[in-house]
């Protein structure tokens, strides 16, 4: 079984927020998180201050740690507003170039899902900033009906992750569909809008998820963990991935990236059907 590491950037900055309600929902939520007990003080006060620092992402940081370990990680970066997604076409053509040069894999974090000619217009967008021929795609909060899959791969894209599920890719029409087997948002909250798990806790479920993947015969395993999160503002988040890779490596898990896993698929796909 080989693990693909991926990341959603859902922010850049806090004052792309500043039309909308995410920056005071947030301040009220991380003081419930404090009273529950599951964040500490420290980290409310670390909260505090990438609020008055403008800095809501953490790619610098999560990119070094990536390249330290050897995850050849794919990161996913909108080229549209929507649901929370706000941050603007030039944040995303800097942080475009700068994950290029940082030589990690990137795709489109998707809004439109539902219209052919939005989905393309996404798709145009991401293909002139990017330079890119051939990606893939992530829709934002996974957001799809039953006709979004066929529509990403009229649009031409080479692959998609937005089905939640432990299970194996399939092909529908010239796309591969890469379920997403684990999303830290699902492990930290566990059906809550708060955080309500431990660390030890989310490990647990992790493992658990592994070993299930492991006797399913899952050849391909994602994860996503958002760049955000990769900051002491988030300890259980951070430590939880850092530990994640370290707790892979150690058993012998390979990593891949989409289209390395795409060339493999391509091949058992040719030869099945010679």
Same mark, same amino acid.
């Given at each position: 079984?080989?693990? %693909? =590491?991926?990341?959603?950037?859902?922010?850049?900055?806090?004052?792309?927020?500043?039309?909308?309600? *995410?920056?005071?929902?947030?301040?009220?939520?991380?003081? =419930?998180?404090?009273?529950?007990?599951? %964040?500490?003080?420290?980290?409310?006060?670390?909260?505090?201050?990438? =609020?008055?620092?403008?800095?809501?992402?953490?790619?610098?940081?999560?990119?070094?740690?990536?390249?330290?370990?050897?995850?050849?990680?794919?990161?996913?970066?909108?080229?549209? @507003?929507?649901?929370?997604?706000?941050?603007?076409?030039?944040?995303?053509?800097?942080?475009? @170039?700068? =994950?290029?040069?940082?030589?990690?894999?990137?795709?489109?974090?998707?809004?439109?899902?539902?219209?052919?000619?939005? *989905?393309?217009?996404?798709?145009?967008?991401?293909? +002139?900033?990017?330079?890119?021929?051939?990606?893939?795609?992530?829709?934002?909060?996974?957001?799809? @009906?039953?006709?979004?899959?066929?529509?990403? $791969?009229?649009?031409? /894209?080479?692959?998609? $992750?937005? !089905?939640?599920?432990?299970?194996?890719?399939?092909?529908?029409?010239?796309?591969?569909?890469?379920?997403?087997?684990? !999303?830290?948002? @699902?492990?930290?909250?566990?059906?809550?809008? /708060? +955080?309500? +798990?431990?660390?030890? +806790?989310?490990?647990?479920?992790?493992?658990?998820?592994?070993?299930?993947?492991f006797s399913k015969g899952i050849n391909y395993f994602t994860i996503l963990f958002h760049d955000r999160y990769f900051s002491d503002s988030f300890k259980t988040w951070k430590d939880w991935y850092i530990w994640l890779i370290e707790y892979l490596k150690k058993n012998n898990f390979e990593f891949i990236d989409f289209e390395n896993a795409i060339n493999e698929l391509n091949k058992v796909h040719i030869n099945e059907r010679q």
């Open positions: 079984m080989k693990i %693909i =590491i991926s990341h959603d950037i859902d922010h850049i900055t806090v004052f792309e927020h500043k039309k909308d309600l *995410i920056i005071p929902k947030f301040i009220i939520r991380s003081f =419930i998180e404090l009273g529950l007990g599951y %964040i500490s003080f420290s980290e409310l006060g670390l909260r505090f201050r990438d =609020i008055l620092k403008n800095k809501w992402n953490n790619i610098e940081e999560l990119a070094t740690f990536n390249k330290e370990n050897n995850v050849p990680a794919t990161l996913f970066i909108g080229v549209n @507003n929507g649901r929370g997604l706000s941050y603007s076409l030039e944040d995303s053509k800097f942080w475009i @170039n700068k =994950i290029k040069e940082k030589g990690f894999k990137i795709g489109v974090h998707g809004i439109a899902y539902d219209n052919l000619d939005s *989905i393309k217009t996404e798709f145009e967008i991401f293909k +002139q900033i990017s330079g890119l021929d051939k990606f893939g795609i992530r829709m934002h909060y996974l957001m799809k @009906n039953d006709e979004t899959i066929e529509l990403l $791969s009229k649009v031409g /894209y080479v692959y998609d $992750s937005s !089905m939640y599920g432990i299970n194996n890719p399939i092909k529908i029409g010239d796309l591969w569909e890469f379920p997403l087997c684990i !999303m830290d948002g @699902n492990l930290v909250y566990k059906n809550s809008r /708060y +955080q309500n +798990q431990t660390l030890e +806790q989310i490990k647990d479920t992790t493992k658990i998820m592994l070993e299930e993947a």
